[in-house]
């Protein structure tokens, strides 16, 4: 007899990303794909090599070395304090914004735990402070995750609409959403699956709103114009969190972590003790190396910029073309969020996996604000963005939905 799932589980799936991903053939243009298309350079493979040869394979504390800890609240896993002003001093950045570094007062000690990635941080964080018949506020179109882990906590998602085209937040909606059953906001800029950025005066309302709040900041570092602002020390409800997955192409080695007052942090830590007891000890003496290095961490993520600039206006550039829709040139992250004409897009993206070799998400994945909209990743190299681009509006000029 097949075993019974917990029923926690109960209507939880692979997610739809994973689901488009397993049509991929090796003639597929790809631009499914939620990871930056960047391989380690030289200093990157060294850093590596010594924390293989040098670093410490056994458990670190639950929370991680103190080594990292204290870089990540020193500020060092964000923009630095130079960058920021020279972008102001250029009209790049609002010039009256608070400084966001360093880091304001986190204590290394009992403020920042290392996860095993983002996700991991995501799902101690809900393990922590979501009980059933909490309600989460989750964005819509949003990461599939939120929802998901707020079920799997037996709380109920409530989704907060994000208007096309411009994907501006409305926080007055927003705020007339939070009830006395309100557990936790969760915030997310640079936006995965919209590319849009949220100003700064938009955070620090929701962070002044009551609830704990938490704002995803894993794509931070991916920016076009100017560094999206952060929660960082806005208020002693919001814990942030971020990692190294998107800035350093680390998908694999599971690094991320997680900023809060202490008060906030201890449930977390215990949580995140029962789910990974730490990370990779590994992964965790690399990120050291990379951000003990501030020089070539800057020369690092100034030429990743460089490279998702590119592309990302090679895919403007085909979507206008080919697609003939305009839309709002992503503000950071590596995704556009075009619209199609199709009114399933579930069937136009795996229609058009197998008739036009082309991978995309299909907006729905994200919640139901995305429908009749698809992801397309430019985390792909200037060809394959030109040619599945090109493929798709041929496909659809040939009568394809
Ligand atoms: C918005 C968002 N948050 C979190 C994650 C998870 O990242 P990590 O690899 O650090 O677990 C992703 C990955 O795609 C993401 O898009």
């Known amino acids: 007899m097949q075993p019974q799932p917990a029923h926690r589980l109960d209507g939880i799936e692979l997610s739809l990303i994973r689901q488009i991903n397993a049509l991929a053939t090796p003639l597929c243009v790809n631009l499914g794909i939620g990871e930056p298309n960047v391989e380690p350079d030289e200093t990157l493979r060294e850093f ?15 929370a991680g070395t103190l080594a990292l800890r204290k870089l990540i609240a020193a500020g060092s896993a964000g923009v630095p304090p130079a960058a920021e002003q020279n972008l102001a001093k250029n009209g790049g950045l609002d010039a009256r914004a608070p400084r966001q ?35 989460v506020l989750v964005p819509n179109p949003g990461f599939v995750s939120y929802a998901t882990l707020a079920r799997i906590a037996g709380a ?23 009830t006395p059953k309100t557990k936790l ?13 949220i100003d700064r005066a938009t955070l620090q309302r929701i962070a002044d709103a009551g609830p704990l709040v938490v704002s995803d900041e894993v794509y931070r570092e991916i920016w076009y114009a100017a560094p999206p602002p952060s929660m960082l020390g806005m208020a002693d409800n919001v814990i942030v969190v971020g990692g190294m997955s998107k800035s350093h192409a680390m998908t694999g080695l599971r690094l991320g972590w997680v900023l809060a007052s202490e008060a906030v ?26 951000l003990s290095d501030d020089a070539w961490n800057q020369s690092w993520l100034d030429r990743i910029r460089a490279q998702f600039r590119a592309q990302r206006e090679t895919a403007l550039f085909s979507v206008e073309r080919e697609l003939e829709v305009t839309i709002p040139p992503p503000a950071g992250a590596f995704y556009a969020f075009v619209p199609v004409p199709a009114c399933d897009t579930v069937v136009f993206a795996k229609t058009l996996a197998t008739d036009a070799a082309v991978l995309v998400i299909p907006g729905i ?13 430019y985390a792909a190299s200037l060809d394959a963005i030109g040619t599945g681009i090109e493929r798709i509006g041929r496909w659809l000029r040939a009568g394809g939905r």
Not at 48 to 62: D, E, F, I, L, Q
Not at 367 to 377: K, L, T
Request: negative net charge.
């Open 48 to 62: 590596a090599v010594r924390a293989a040869s040098t670093g410490s394979w056994h458990y670190t504390a639950n």
């Open 101 to 135: 570094f360093p880091t304001p007062e986190f204590d290394p000690k009992s403020e920042v735990c290392i996860a095993a990635g983002t996700e991991e941080a995501l799902f101690s964080i809900f393990q922590a402070y979501v009980d059933p018949g909490d309600e």
């Open 156 to 178: 109920t998602p409530v989704p907060y609409n994000l208007d096309p085209s411009d994907w501006r937040l409305d926080v007055d909606a927003l705020l007339k959403r939070i």
């Open 185 to 197: 906001i969760i915030v997310n800029s640079p936006s995965n699956p919209l590319g849009s950025v």
């Open 265 to 290: 942090m201890k449930p977390i830590v215990t949580a995140h003790q029962y789910v990974a007891t730490c990370a990779s000890a590994f992964s965790q003496s690399l990120a050291e190396s990379i």
């Open 365 to 377: 994945a994200f919640g139901s604000m995305g429908e009749g909209f698809v992801r397309i990743s």
